[in-house]
């Protein structure tokens, strides 16, 4: 069955960096589109960031573009998300989540998501 | 960016009673394939989401047929037909039409 695991969760301060990873099974990793999707504590959700299949295109959310970026290795199955210049609006539990379709970002939806892991900025 | 608007907020709900829940996309969600791209999520306590509906009116796989989701134009309707205390939580639509993806700002279902 599908398995996103996700990791790389902490307290940081603000402006400090920090590397995501998430670590996908029970699929092809390579055929699919994989998000990153973040919670703020109390709050709903909010989408951050997609990678295609391939790599070759990346989108984000406007507050992260910048200080954020989203990467793969397929060879490892792993999805990262390198964070830069924290601010404490990025504290949140970081989702990955799997497109459901085959290599395409948009439209699509997600079908998978992992468990989460915390990220929190401060002082 | 496609801007989603939810509503209720909360819904507090009988067992065994219908619910349903409102969101429309500033934008027509409308693919060139025909389909409209807007996604239902059921975060339960403590959990990740789950899918329960894609395309606006299909379910997930797993998902109870007590769950239905409905389209009118820009408007789109999650309906439970007869609650149960394993539904609550908070709902959420999403359009996945283009990136950013955007998110309703979420229902909370609540047992009375």
């Known amino acids: 069955q599908v398995q996103l695991v996700e990791s790389g969760g902490a307290v940081v301060q603000p402006g400090r960096s920090l590397r995501l990873s998430c670590a996908a099974s029970g699929f092809t990793f390579s055929n699919y589109d994989i998000h990153w999707v973040r919670q703020a504590p109390g709050k709903g959700l909010e989408w951050v960031a997609a990678?295609?299949?391939?790599?070759?295109?990346?989108f984000y959310v406007d507050s992260v573009k910048g200080r954020f970026s989203i990467s793969r290795d397929n060879s490892k199955n792993t999805l990262y998300l390198e964070m830069s210049s924290l601010r404490a609006e990025d504290t949140a539990l970081y989702y990955c989540?799997?497109?459901?379709?085959?290599?395409?970002?948009?439209?699509?939806?997600?079908?998978?998501w992992g468990q989460g892991t915390l990220v929190t900025v401060s002082s | 960016d496609i801007v989603m608007t939810q509503s209720p907020l909360s819904l507090p709900v009988t067992p065994g009673e219908p619910a349903s829940i409102s969101c429309r996309s500033s934008q027509s969600l409308l693919f060139s394939n025909g389909y409209k791209y807007l996604n239902w999520y059921l975060q339960k306590p403590g959990q990740s989401p789950q899918l329960l509906i894609y395309?606006?009116?299909n379910r997930a796989s797993g998902v109870p047929d007590r769950f239905s989701g409905s389209i009118s134009g820009r408007d789109f309707i999650l309906q439970i037909s007869r609650v149960e205390a394993e539904d609550v939580g908070v709902y959420y639509c999403m359009q996945a039409l283009q990136p950013p993806f955007t998110f309703g700002g979420g229902t909370k279902v609540e047992i009375k």
């Open positions: 990678i295609s299949f391939d790599g070759t295109e990346k």
């Open positions: 395309l606006g009116s």
């Open positions: 989540a799997k497109g459901a379709l085959t290599r395409m970002v948009a439209p699509n939806w997600f079908d998978s």
